[in-house]
């Protein structure tokens, strides 16, 4: 069963930059489309961003475009979320997760993902 590992979460300060990274534990990570979500404390589960297997079609919520950039290294099973110009309305756990059914998707619904990391936490202080 694949594992998902999230890191690189921490506090900062509105404007700076961040970049989680999610490491998976299969080689068949590269046949799988990944996302990230997060979760502020009292809210739903939000997309944030997601990638094919291929790179080939990547997609943003709207609230992060321009600002965060997802990425995949398949040598490295390990997908990244480059966070620039933070804002405390970024406050929220991240998680990775996985779509092990290889439509490529890049879906926005959390239900199309199976596979879940157990999040980092990401504070943006004013």
């Known amino acids: 069963q694949m594992q998902l590992a999230e890191s690189g979460g921490g506090l900062v300060q509105a404007g700076d930059s961040l970049r989680l990274s999610c490491a998976a534990s299969?080689?068949?990570?590269?046949?799988?489309?990944m996302a990230w979500f997060r979760q502020a404390v009292g809210k739903e589960r939000e997309f944030v961003a997601a990638i094919t297997w291929s790179g080939g079609v990547i997609d943003y919520a709207d609230s992060v475009k321009g600002r965060f950039t997802i990425s995949r290294d398949s040598a490295k099973t390990t997908v990244y979320l480059q966070m620039n110009s933070l804002k405390p309305e970024d406050t929220a756990v991240y998680y990775c997760a996985a779509d092990t059914r290889r439509l490529g998707l890049a879906g926005r619904s959390k239900y199309d993902y199976n596979y879940w990391g157990q999040g980092t936490q990401v504070t943006v202080s004013s």
């Open positions: 299969e080689r068949s990570f590269s046949t799988y489309d």
